[in-house]
Structure formats: structure tokens, C-alpha cells
């Protein structure tokens, strides 16, 4: 509405409410995917520590 007041034209304000609906949909996607890449680095890096620890705990030698 501001852009039709602003620039009184029906067809500039359609292609202005488009361009700018698009805009925020692609950066919505693209922090989607970053989420889901950072939470899939972090499990990555959890599951490797938490295998090294219990290959450590194996090689230990159990005082009597």
C-alpha cells in the first residue's frame, strides 16, 4: 500500500510486493539450511568425541 501511495503505480507496487516476498522467503531458506548444517556439524562432532572417549575407556587397564 505505502509503495502504491508513495509511487501511484498499481503495477510497480505488484512487482515491488514480489520482488521484496521472494527476497524474504530466499533468506529464510537459505538460514534453514544453515541451521541444519550447523546442527548436523555439531552431532558430527559430538558422535567423534564420544567414540574417542569410549575407545580410551577400552584401552584402559582396570586396577585390581
Do not use: E, N
Not at 541451521?35 to 582396570?62: E, F, M, N
Amino acid at each position: 500500500m505505502i509503495v502504491y501511495v508513495a509511487l501511484d503505480s498499481l503495477r510497480l507496487a505488484v512487482v515491488m510486493t514480489l520482488a521484496c516476498s521472494l527476497l524474504l522467503q530466499a533468506c529464510y531458506f537459505g538460514r534453514v539450511l544453515f541451521l541444519i548444517w550447523q546442527s548436523s556439524s555439531r552431532a558430527r562432532g559430538t558422535r567423534h568425541r564420544g567414540q574417542h572417549a569410549d575407545s580410551y575407556r577400552k584401552a584402559r587397564v582396570p586396577v585390581v
